[in-house]
């Protein structure tokens, strides 16, 4: 059975505003080294027999030329990951056939061994289950959702899942952390029947059938966009956690670079041109401009083309929000 990696491109990152614009997402930035986000999970997936990528048509052209070995899969329009997985799954079904499909998102930040982690996954997916990826918490985040293992199996390489819980607030995220539960990364593995069987049964169901009689427009159209956690994972009996054994941070938001990059001996973390006086625990980033502070701390300063966003560190999730009044004027 062969190995399908497929990576998800299609979306804005609109939490990295202003490095990441509409023409611009997140996943084609060199946010922690010389290789876009993209290119270094096409890279990390070099096992695999086949390489996908699933994104929007605007994104298409700059994705084939990021990723030239891949097959380029266009979703009809862009309705979250439930629909999105869906359709590039039924259709490396008919062009691959039986396989077993890892499914990542383009814009994760992992360090150390990925290929053990991901071929238990792998082999969790043909042993016929929906298997998706824990990771161990290092703080207790409120921006990530939640995986409460089960009881271990196939000799403890994967356990069950015993439920999936949406993003918590503070006080519930400790308590999830001290239980020991995971973080849901969003990173997959199946075979596509099973996949497929597990999403007819749920609102996934009119977008699968329309695949069957080879209509993807109109199932996109008769289905609202969701997440495919909420779709098919939090509804199934069959999903299984594997625990990672490597570092993993998704890049979310400003406040990730400090975790990602060097930092100086003040705590701050700078990509671009910066000079810092008195500055300490600040994300200091640009492209062509140059930045600099003087007597502020736990900062996020990014300078990109005609745009410079000031927020606290603490805040980095609320940049969404300006983003959204962005949109309605048409400047995003």
Known sequence: ????????????????????????????????????LLRRTADRVGFADHVYVATREAYADRVRDIVPEAGVLVEPAAKDTGPALAYATHRIRDQVGSCAVLCLPSDHSIRGAFEPT?????????????????????????????????????????????????????????????????????????????FLAAARDGPLRPLVDALDDGDPERGFERVDAVSV???????????????????WDDLGSWDALARVLDTDSDGNAVLGDALTIDTADSVLASDDAHITT???????????????????????????????????????
Do not use: C
């Not at 956690?229 to 570092?247: C, I, K, L, R």
């Not at 927020?311 to 400047?331: F, H, N, Y």
């Open 1 to 36: 059975m062969d190995t399908v990696a497929l990576l998800l491109a299609g979306g804005t990152g609109t939490r990295l505003y202003p490095a990441s614009r509409s023409d611009r997402p997140k996943q084609f930035l060199e946010l922690d080294g010389e290789r876009s």
């Open 229 to 247: 956690d909420y779709a098919v994972m939090e509804d199934t009996d069959n999903a299984v956690v594997v625990p990672a054994d490597f570092d």
């Open 118 to 194: 991901a071929n238990v996954a792998l082999d969790a997916a043909r042993d016929g289950f929906l298997a998706t990826v824990g990771v161990e918490p290092t703080r207790p985040a409120t921006g990530y959702g939640y995986i409460e293992p089960g009881g271990d199996l196939d000799g403890g390489r994967y356990r069950e899942v015993a439920a999936f819980h949406e993003k918590p607030d503070a006080d519930t995220a400790r308590d999830y952390v001290e239980r020991g539960w995971l973080w849901n990364a969003g990173m997959f593995a199946w075979t596509p029947d099973a």
């Open 294 to 332: 003087i007597g502020v701390e736990n900062l996020v300063v990014a300078a990109y083309d005609d745009r410079v966003l000031v927020v606290p560190r603490e805040d980095s999730q609320r940049v969404r929000d300006a983003v959204r009044e962005l949109r309605e004027d048409g400047l995003f």
